[in-house]
């Protein structure tokens, strides 16, 4: 998984290996050394959920260049529980410094600072849990993976020389949105 290319670099990890590898080491290796993918239900619905947001995409971008606007209902939530952006703004970006490479679903501008937005499937978790990582503890109400997912999308908007302060996870599930700040302990 991190061999080194011919000019020297490392394969660059996944955002989303970042995220299984919190949830759980050994399905990571299983999944990302020894190669082991099953779909389930779950994954098979999180990519028809993506596909879904790129289809609203595209419709959106045909739907500009012809001159319509989106109805109040499709830009709160694409009319399916989809994010609450009316134009998702996807964007890609890698960083052999941090090793790591990813595609952001959204991000905002935040009074000068971008913030990424990660859309989940699932439900949020309960307000009132702590989590943490490592024994590190995470102040943000949302699923300690989601949170190093997020991170790293943080991380990688940094190392692009973009100020960045926080993200946010968006709970399709739920309807949750949770603001997670990039504290030290998150870094």
Not at 59 to 74: C, D, F, N, Q
Not at 120 to 129: F, L, T, Y
Not at 141 to 150: K, M, R, S, Y
Request: charged content about 20%.
């Amino acid at each position: 998984m991190a061999d080194a290319d011919e000019t020297g670099h490392h394969e660059l990890v996944p955002l989303r290996m970042l995220n299984e590898l919190v949830y759980c080491p050994r399905l990571f290796h299983f999944m990302h050394v020894q190669g082991l993918m099953l779909q389930s239900p779950e994954t098979l619905e999180g990519t028809a959920q993506h596909q879904r947001v790129e289809a609203r995409r595209n419709k959106s971008a045909a739907s500009r260049a012809s001159g319509e606007v989106a109805t109040s209902t499709e830009a709160a939530d694409g009319g399916d529980g989809g994010p609450p952006w009316a134009v998702p703004r996807e964007l890609s970006f890698a960083s052999q410094a941090l090793g790591i490479v990813g595609r952001l679903d959204a991000v905002e501008t935040d009074g000068g600072f971008l913030a990424p937005v990660e859309a989940k499937r699932g439900r949020a978790p309960d307000p009132g849990r702590s989590h943490a990582f490592e024994g590190i503890p995470l102040e943000a109400p949302a699923w300690p993976g989601d949170q190093v997912q997020l991170a790293g999308q943080m991380l990688l908007l940094e190392q692009a020389g973009y100020p960045v302060r926080q993200g946010s996870l968006y709970y399709r599930e739920s309807r949750t949105r949770v603001d997670v700040l990039l504290t030290p302990a998150l870094r």
